[in-house]
């Protein structure tokens, strides 16, 4: 059994805010798997699916954000599962540019307090998050104000994006574990290609251009390593 719990605050008055980015991603790995109806339990929404053959529990806690550690306390000590090997929280993160995503296997709340709560309460911080970048306020701006608003259209296109690489995210740690995660969805997008197409473009140089064969060539080979 895997436990999948998303962050966020409950209610319409915060549906779509830059702090319920963990519900989106939720909602997202419902679609994609969810065969039965949510029901509620341990304070939270919840809902049972499989990701290829692993059982998991989708948790949207309904505590409000800063008494996540309620809901997961109570699921993880329910099934009794390992929270470093087989939890794993999703949430908003303020210093990552809009539309990164970052995860980790353990850590600081790095001033979440959904994770902190959660860290309080399970006594450790041994377990994987998938933060997702909302990027920091504009100069001046109130931070709970900022985190409790609604993406603009520009953000949303990326936001939207983030959600569907998270929900694959979450699908690759349940297959494969974190740290195939961590080396395939930490890179900076932007980065990963450039390197992509420096590679390319060194693939498609040929070492023989010139047209004159290897002075070290002994045998018919055509080409000599560097």
Known sequence: ???????????????????????????????????????????????????????????????????SGKAVQAAVGFYKVSAQDDLMIICDDLNLAPGRIRVRARGSAGGQNGIKDIINRLGSPDFARLRVGIGKPPPRWDTAKYVLGKFDSAERTLIDAAIATSANAVEAWVNEGVQHVMNRFNADPAKAKKRAEAKEDDNKKDPTSDGLPSEHSATSVETEPD
């Open 1 to 67: 059994m895997k436990i999948i719990v998303g962050l966020g605050n409950p209610g319409s008055k915060y549906k779509d805010t830059r702090h319920n980015i963990g519900f989106d991603v939720i909602a997202e790995l419902a679609k994609r798997h969810l065969t039965d109806r949510p029901k509620a339990q341990f304070d939270s929404e919840i809902a049972e699916i499989r990701i290829g053959t692993e059982k998991c529990l989708l948790i949207s806690p309904l505590t409000y954000m800063n008494l």
